[in-house]
């Protein structure tokens, strides 16, 4: 065979290894006001703790915040919409640790969650703070802020059974302290992607396993000739 025809077979299945990769992914489970625009609050610098009327429960010093907030020291603006979710360890909501929640329904696999937190900007009313990210009684991850960090995006990949669970962003009990405070928003979960050859890729890789063949029975045909 032909050195031309050797070096196409080389290339089909460079091909195969190189080609661009399909995303074969079902969505995830819809968070509903993943940007906490719900309920609307009245103006600037408007806050309520434990607020009704949302998808997400909230308890303990939690709520929502319509930001700019100068007063209450948010990091700018929000994210996406006009209002962000906080966790307060600031006592309002008396021995009940602060936590906010939203229940949501799976099937069987593997998601990314992704989100933005951020802290707040006073160094006496502080947003250095720890939090938990929470499904169900499985921990997702745990993260540290400091005060002045702006709204940063997080993503976490996991794997969960089929099942209804509450996603919830919380302090634990033995965390409560001064009035350090976090902000959230801008919640969504999406399948993780699994990457498998397109169509045109696996045609290349069988005309380059076809022209290998070829070559491999060429020379065993002339060795036998000989």
Known sequence: MSS??????????????????????????VVVDGSFESPVLSGINDRRYNPTGSAWTFAGSSGLVRGPDSDFNTPGGAPDGSQVAFLQYYPLGGPTPSRIAQALTF????????????????????GNTVFDVMLGGQLLGTFTTVTGQAYAPQTIDFTTAAGTFDLAFAFDAAQRGPDNTVFFDQVQIGVVP???PEPATWVSLGAGLVLLGGVRLARRRRAMAV
Not at 107 to 126: H, M, P, Q, V, W
């Open 4 to 29: 031309f025809r050797i070096a196409a077979a080389a290339a089909a299945l460079a091909a195969f290894a190189f080609s661009p990769a399909a995303i074969h992914a079902q969505p995830g489970p």
């Open 107 to 126: 099937s069987a696999g593997s998601y990314r969650l992704a989100f933005y937190y951020g802290s707040r900007t006073n160094a006496i009313y502080t």
């Open 194 to 196: 699994t990457v498998s």
